[in-house]
Structures are given as C-alpha cells and as structure tokens.
C-alpha cells in the first residue's frame, strides 16, 4: 500500500496547517505573533519573515530598532526597515521563540491585495522561518506542513 504524503510526515514528527489561496495566487497562512493572532502571506521568496510597522503595538513587538537594511520587493525598493527580535510566532500548534521579524511600510503590498479583493495582512511569513520548521507546501491540498523543534 502506498503511503500518504501527509502518513509520511506525520510519522516524521510533522504538524500540517491548512493555506488559503488567495485570489492573487498567494496562499494566506493565520499565525500568531506574541499570542495575537493575525494573517499573514506564505512567501518561500521572501528571505526574512516581516510586519508592517503598525504591528509594533498590535503585536507587542519586543526590542524594536531602526535597521540599516533597505527592503525590496513585490514592487517597491528601497524602503526603510526596523527589526524586532525575541518574539514568539505560533503556526498551528508549532511554537517558534526568539523570532526576529522585519518591520516595513506593508501597504504596497495590501493595497495590491484589496484592488484584487482580497483580505490585507498583516505581515508574510519567509523563506527564515521555513527553514528553520523544516516547511514543506502541499500545493495541491494546500497545506503546510512544519516539523516540530525539538
């Protein structure tokens, strides 16, 4: 009998978090940044994991700095960043502590979401964190599979 992608990984330790496609061909993802739950894009493009600057207070971002490093992306270059490090970000029952997230002018990018009407977000979870969870995408049932850290 043939196994399962999702019978393989799980007996591999795996976690699976339903996705959402997006009508812009995004898949959403609903995570969890310092116990506050928002929505976020799934973007294996994106080298860092990031918020827009008004998550600073939604999320209770911890130890906000201004950042020297110049953001580009989905349209936009050279914007201007802040970091925020030791946070907690939780994607389905998977815990990651001491995250750091870039923070950046997002609205570029959700004005680009509602003109295609579809929900804004409130940051995008990267190629960072997915590889530090070991991220696997089912783009066919959309799922994200994540390895628990042990």
């Known amino acids: 009998m043939e196994q399962t992608l999702k019978e393989f990984l799980f007996k591999k330790g795996y976690i699976r978090v339903k996705l959402k496609?997006?009508?812009?061909?995004?898949f959403e993802i609903k995570a969890s940044i310092n116990n506050i739950k928002g929505l976020f894009i799934l973007d294996?493009?994106?080298s860092n994991s990031c918020?827009?600057?008004?998550?600073?207070?939604?999320?209770n971002?911890?130890?906000?700095?201004?950042s020297n490093i110049l953001a580009a992306g989905a349209g936009a270059i050279d914007m201007?960043?802040?970091?925020?490090?030791n946070n907690t970000i939780k994607i389905g029952r998977l815990k990651i502590d001491k995250a750091a997230l870039v923070l950046f002018d997002l609205s570029h990018v959700n004005?680009?979401?509602?003109?295609?009407?579809?929900?804004?977000?409130d940051g995008i979870i990267g190629a960072d964190i997915l590889k530090k969870v070991k991220g696997i995408i089912d783009y066919e049932k959309k799922?994200?599979?994540?390895?628990?850290l042990v």
């Open 21 to 26: 496609l997006t009508k812009t061909n995004h």
């Open 44 to 46: 294996t493009g994106a």
């Open 51 to 59: 918020v827009g600057f008004e998550a600073t207070q939604k999320f």
């Open 61 to 66: 971002l911890q130890k906000v700095k201004d």
């Open 80 to 85: 201007l960043t802040q970091v925020s490090k």
């Open 111 to 121: 004005s680009a979401l509602i003109n295609h009407n579809a929900q804004p977000v």
């Open 143 to 148: 799922y994200l599979y994540l390895k628990k």
